[in-house]
């Protein structure tokens, strides 16, 4: 069955670093994915998509690439600030269907000052 | 810009209740998904609809149900409440199957 795995420890970075996230995926060849933002008791914000036939995205200072053959995407914060602390969540939409959009279970990210 | 906007945003319901959680999605939308997130877990795929038909269905309780109506809105009913319904529900919308927009979420509290 189709599986999204993230890394399930929390991520503690300095501030200024670069964060990089991981979303691998199997049994499964996605058309997209997307990643979201999640704040605790909020819903979950669309960050960017990444489509099969893009290697790589970048809005502002993130930078998502996605690799069909390793089944992998990976998620870049470039100059990470406090502000960047949140829950984020790869996604696929279903191979049984496009109205479905499963979620990986997020990975935590802190940053300190 | 307008956007998905659920209610009510907190609901506190006793055991074997009934509650409804309405979802108005984005204009032009033509997509609508239902969420359930307990705490500490990832958002749990419910329902969906595609222009106000059923199009696909999660790991959705019998007791749970959802429609579309003509004006877009959609409700989900969620019957015979168990202590185990507490969560976070979340409406979202999308158009073209591309990016989804979520609300703000109904958080559920069974007594």
């Known amino acids: 069955s189709q599986k999204i795995e993230q890394n399930s420890e929390a991520l503690n970075i300095q501030e200024g670093k670069t964060a990089t996230l991981t979303c691998n995926y199997t049994n499964y060849s996605p058309a997209y994915l997307q990643w979201y933002r999640q704040d605790p008791g909020r819903g979950p914000v669309f960050l960017l998509l990444i489509r099969e036939n893009e290697k790589e995205k970048r809005k502002e200072r993130l930078k998502v690439t996605f690799d069909t053959t390793l089944k992998q995407s990976l998620f870049h914060i470039t100059a990470s600030q406090p502000a960047d602390s949140a829950t984020y969540l790869c996604a696929l939409p279903a191979y049984s269907s496009a109205s479905k959009i499963i979620f990986g279970s997020g990975t935590r990210l802190s940053i300190r000052p | 810009a307008a956007g998905v906007i659920q209610s009510p945003r907190h609901l506190i319901k006793e055991k074997r209740e009934t509650a409804t959680l309405k979802c108005y999605p984005i204009p032009r939308h033509d997509t609508v998904y239902w969420y359930q997130q307990g705490p500490g877990q990832d958002p749990q795929f419910l329902i969906s609809?595609?222009?106000?038909?059923?199009?696909d269905k999660g790991s959705i309780p019998d007791r749970f149900s959802a429609q579309q109506f003509s004006d877009y809105h959609s409700e989900l009913n969620m019957s015979s409440l168990e202590l185990g319904d507490s969560a976070l529900y979340f409406c979202?919308?999308?158009?073209?199957?591309?990016?989804?927009?979520f609300g703000q979420g109904t958080r559920l509290t069974v007594v």
């Open positions: 979202a919308s999308s158009s073209m199957n591309t990016e989804a927009f």
């Open positions: 609809f595609y222009e106000k038909m059923q199009s």
